[in-house]
């Protein structure tokens, strides 16, 4: 049977990472805190805590939304190069 | 090794390089809806039927409603009041479109209504006003909001406008008497909402309250509503963009320049009653403060040429973007009603790449909103109707 390897590229590692933080972050409910951004605290939570929160919870998030996808295509473009370098 | 190091970072950055370019550009679609989720001309959008469950389950569940209140109301307590009137107006233009609908809409309606007017009487005006509504007299007493009156007279007309209630029809024909009767005593034609200040917002509500009251009740307040438009034209224009300025001192002087949080509802209410006008203030302020990047859109607070500190009604601005929560969340009320297909579908995918939707069990909100930021949102999807009849003179 074929073991099937975990590629070593940085850019894809990057990005698993970037969505290994995000799955986190959001599975400990930190995406209630984002209503700061409308002046409103989630129930429950104190100014500073939800400020903190709702800043890392949008960093993780536009990270993969934004970035792990390029990053995954930038792996998948060095891949290509050394694949078919000549 | 050594001198292979720069070349893999170059081909590293490189290719990064090219999937940023790659991505970003491709990003919106993932995002984007279909126009039919968020604009129709007939039938209630599935995007303001998940809205309007949750909005409906928080005004008949008094725990949850309190809490939500309560949060909004530690930061500005207009919100509270801005969000019934959102509500209500949304609620009465899905019962037109679906007349199924009528009767729980109508029986929140009137609980908002009803519960809106008891708190006004038991607790003064100032309960749903900033607390600097007190730091000093109004110029005119004795003192009341156009803020206040304006919008209760618009929540009973377009209730009224659904079905006719007894009892409602003389509440409404108080306010807008005295709205009337103020605005004509005033030699600038300005209300205030605040001690010495007055609101454009609050004056484009009182003239759509004024061609309700009109249509229901056969009254005329068209040539106090040609007054006003036509000294806002002549003294209210900020010189740089053209554009009506958002507030102003109770002798009509200018006190900032335009602005988002006012200007995007106030061409909405300014259709009812100068429609070449209010598309004209619409063009500017889709120029002036309408922003698309990708395929993503957003409304700034102020145009490039003046600009304030971020406020509680521009709420928090991007930088770098200039992208006002505040500016942006009533945008889509303007770029609805005035049809402009292009920028609302930029807008609703904005909203859901950075607003974080949430639908559960049949309903939905948005977790950077609140709930007078998804009352807006979803009274911005179902416009149409109630408008469109008000603006032919049809009861």
């Given at each position: 049977m074929k073991t099937i390897r975990w590629p070593r590229d940085f850019a894809f590692n990057c990005a698993v990472t970037l969505l290994v933080i995000w799955l986190v972050l959001h599975a400990l409910g930190w995406?209630?805190?984002?209503?700061v951004l409308s002046g409103t605290l989630p129930a429950g939570w104190n100014r500073e805590a939800a400020a903190g929160c709702a800043f890392s919870y949008l960093l993780a998030y536009f990270g993969v939304v934004l970035v792990a996808p390029a990053l995954l295509l930038s792996a998948l473009f060095r891949w290509l190069i050394v694949r078919f370098k000549p | 090794m050594i001198r292979r190091t720069p070349v893999r970072l170059a081909l590293g950055g490189l290719a990064l390089l090219l999937g940023l370019l790659l991505w970003l550009p491709c990003v919106h679609w993932v995002f984007r809806p279909a126009l039919g989720e968020v604009r129709s001309e007939s039938g209630i959008p599935l995007r303001a039927k998940e809205l309007a469950a949750r909005q409906l389950r928080l005004w008949n569940d008094p725990v949850a409603r309190g809490a939500e209140l309560a949060r909004m109301r530690s930061t500005n307590p207009e919100w509270d009041f801005m969000g019934r009137t959102f509500l209500v107006l949304a609620l009465a233009e899905m019962s037109l479109r679906d007349p199924a609908l009528q009767a729980t809409n109508l029986a929140t309606m009137d609980f908002v209504i009803e519960d809106t007017l008891r708190l006004e009487r038991e607790?003064?005006?100032?309960?749903?006003?900033?607390?600097?509504?007190?730091s000093r007299p109004f110029v005119r007493q004795p003192e009341r909001s156009l803020f206040i009156d304006s919008e209760i007279a618009l929540m009973l007309g377009a209730r009224r406008l659904v079905a006719e209630k007894p009892g409602f029809a003389p509440l409404m024909t108080e306010r807008i008497t005295a709205m009337a009767e103020r605005l004509q005593q005033s030699p600038a034609l300005a209300v205030e909402s605040y001690p010495d200040e007055c609101w454009l917002f609050d004056h484009a509500m009182a003239l759509a309250a004024f061609r309700v009251a009109d249509v229901l009740d056969?009254?005329?307040?068209r040539a106090l509503t040609q007054a006003w438009l036509a000294n806002a034209k002549r003294t209210?224009?900020?010189?740089?963009?053209g554009m009506l300025v958002s507030n102003y001192t109770a002798?009509?002087?200018?006190?900032v320049g335009p602005e988002g949080s006012s200007i995007w509802v106030a061409v909405h209410c300014l259709r009812l009653v100068d429609e070449e006008f209010a598309r004209d203030q619409y063009r500017r302020a889709r120029r002036e403060l309408g922003r698309e990047l990708l395929g993503f859109g957003w409304s700034r607070e102020?145009?490039?040429s003046w600009r304030d500190h971020p406020n509680v009604d521009s709420g928090v601005v991007i930088p770098?973007?200039?992208?006002?929560a505040g500016g942006s969340g009533l945008a889509f009320v303007a770029a609805s009603s005035f049809r402009d297909d292009d920028f609302l579908l930029k807008l609703h995918t904005s909203l859901e790449f950075a607003a974080f939707p949430q639908r559960r069990a049949g309903e939905m909100r948005y977790c950077a909103s609140n709930q007078v930021g998804d009352a807006a949102l979803l009274y911005s999807l179902v416009i149409g109707p109630m408008w469109d009849r008000l603006k032919e003179g049809r009861k």
């Amino acid at each position: 049977m074929k073991t099937i390897r975990w590629p070593r590229d940085f850019a894809f590692n990057c990005a698993v990472t970037l969505l290994v933080i995000w799955l986190v972050l959001h599975a400990l409910g930190w995406r209630e805190s984002v209503s700061v951004l409308s002046g409103t605290l989630p129930a429950g939570w104190n100014r500073e805590a939800a400020a903190g929160c709702a800043f890392s919870y949008l960093l993780a998030y536009f990270g993969v939304v934004l970035v792990a996808p390029a990053l995954l295509l930038s792996a998948l473009f060095r891949w290509l190069i050394v694949r078919f370098k000549p | 090794m050594i001198r292979r190091t720069p070349v893999r970072l170059a081909l590293g950055g490189l290719a990064l390089l090219l999937g940023l370019l790659l991505w970003l550009p491709c990003v919106h679609w993932v995002f984007r809806p279909a126009l039919g989720e968020v604009r129709s001309e007939s039938g209630i959008p599935l995007r303001a039927k998940e809205l309007a469950a949750r909005q409906l389950r928080l005004w008949n569940d008094p725990v949850a409603r309190g809490a939500e209140l309560a949060r909004m109301r530690s930061t500005n307590p207009e919100w509270d009041f801005m969000g019934r009137t959102f509500l209500v107006l949304a609620l009465a233009e899905m019962s037109l479109r679906d007349p199924a609908l009528q009767a729980t809409n109508l029986a929140t309606m009137d609980f908002v209504i009803e519960d809106t007017l008891r708190l006004e009487r038991e607790r003064s005006m100032h309960t749903f006003l900033m607390p600097y509504s007190r730091s000093r007299p109004f110029v005119r007493q004795p003192e009341r909001s156009l803020f206040i009156d304006s919008e209760i007279a618009l929540m009973l007309g377009a209730r009224r406008l659904v079905a006719e209630k007894p009892g409602f029809a003389p509440l409404m024909t108080e306010r807008i008497t005295a709205m009337a009767e103020r605005l004509q005593q005033s030699p600038a034609l300005a209300v205030e909402s605040y001690p010495d200040e007055c609101w454009l917002f609050d004056h484009a509500m009182a003239l759509a309250a004024f061609r309700v009251a009109d249509v229901l009740d056969g009254t005329d307040h068209r040539a106090l509503t040609q007054a006003w438009l036509a000294n806002a034209k002549r003294t209210l224009i900020h010189p740089q963009t053209g554009m009506l300025v958002s507030n102003y001192t109770a002798k009509g002087q200018p006190m900032v320049g335009p602005e988002g949080s006012s200007i995007w509802v106030a061409v909405h209410c300014l259709r009812l009653v100068d429609e070449e006008f209010a598309r004209d203030q619409y063009r500017r302020a889709r120029r002036e403060l309408g922003r698309e990047l990708l395929g993503f859109g957003w409304s700034r607070e102020w145009p490039l040429s003046w600009r304030d500190h971020p406020n509680v009604d521009s709420g928090v601005v991007i930088p770098v973007l200039d992208a006002s929560a505040g500016g942006s969340g009533l945008a889509f009320v303007a770029a609805s009603s005035f049809r402009d297909d292009d920028f609302l579908l930029k807008l609703h995918t904005s909203l859901e790449f950075a607003a974080f939707p949430q639908r559960r069990a049949g309903e939905m909100r948005y977790c950077a909103s609140n709930q007078v930021g998804d009352a807006a949102l979803l009274y911005s999807l179902v416009i149409g109707p109630m408008w469109d009849r008000l603006k032919e003179g049809r009861k």
